[in-house]
């Protein structure tokens, strides 16, 4: 379960980021995550709400989006979406493609 230890992330990233700007109240947390991340956003909220239970954060909302796979092709230099987990250029065919986000 890595949710916990990305959730430890967010909270000590956010904290710092609160402390450096002089405190206030936080109503939100966005955060993206790519499909290949392999994290299962309801572990993440709950591990988010356990960790800031108490906390200044604790009526904070972890606001998960999940962003889809995008790669880019090596040889047309095309950006795009990747279906499934097939990594073909849908310009020119080509399989040499990098993953760019996702």
């Known amino acids: 379960m890595h949710e916990l230890s990305i959730a430890q992330n967010i909270v000590e990233i956010v904290g710092d980021s609160l402390s450096t ?19 299962v956003p309801d572990s993440l909220e709950f591990c988010f709400t356990a960790i800031t239970r108490g906390t200044t954060m604790e009526d904070a909302k972890l606001e998960i989006e999940r962003t889809g796979i995008v790669g880019r092709c090596a040889d047309c230099g095309t950006d795009s979406a990747v279906e499934g987990l097939v990594f073909r250029c849908p310009v020119c065919g080509s399989v040499e493609m990098k993953m760019t986000s996702g």
Do not use: H
């Open 21 to 39: 700007n002089g405190g206030g109240k936080l109503k939100s947390v966005k955060v993206r995550i790519g499909e290949l991340a392999g994290v």
